[in-house]
């Protein structure tokens, strides 16, 4: 199959053209059916069958057509993901380390927990 360094050279060329199609294809995929919310089925539908018929021309084209919107999707994608995932960090980060102490303090207070139970959470908290 590699008779010569040029054969070798061009395997590599055609297998990363098809890895980068693969990686576009996908891109675009996941832009018409899980970002793009507007465009309608029957466009979509159109979109795939073209994608299939005519691969490269059409990524092309639905790059040079679609490629402002795309990226911008993504971006407000990537803005939601990030805003969840803070929020998400916030719930699971807990109370902060002055709301323990005082908590506990109240327990102390109240006669709940001993001194010594106190000093091991307010160690604890401040940890």
Do not use: C
Request: glycine fraction near 4%.
């Amino acid at each position: 199959m590699w008779d010569s360094f040029w054969d070798y050279l061009w395997s590599a060329v055609v297998i990363f053209a098809f890895i980068a199609y693969l990686m576009i294809l996908f891109n675009i995929l996941a832009d018409l059916f899980w970002r793009d919310h507007k465009t309608s089925g029957l466009v979509k539908a159109i979109w795939v069958i073209f994608l299939i018929a005519i691969p490269y021309l059409t990524a092309l084209v639905y790059l040079i057509v679609r490629g402002k919107g795309m990226a911008e999707r993504a971006r407000d994608q990537a803005v939601q993901a990030k805003a969840q995932t803070d929020e998400y960090i916030k719930q699971a980060a807990g109370r902060s380390p002055a709301q323990e102490i005082a908590d506990a303090k109240v327990l102390l207070e109240a006669g709940t927990i001993t001194p010594a139970e106190f000093d091991a959470l307010k160690a604890r908290a401040l940890a």
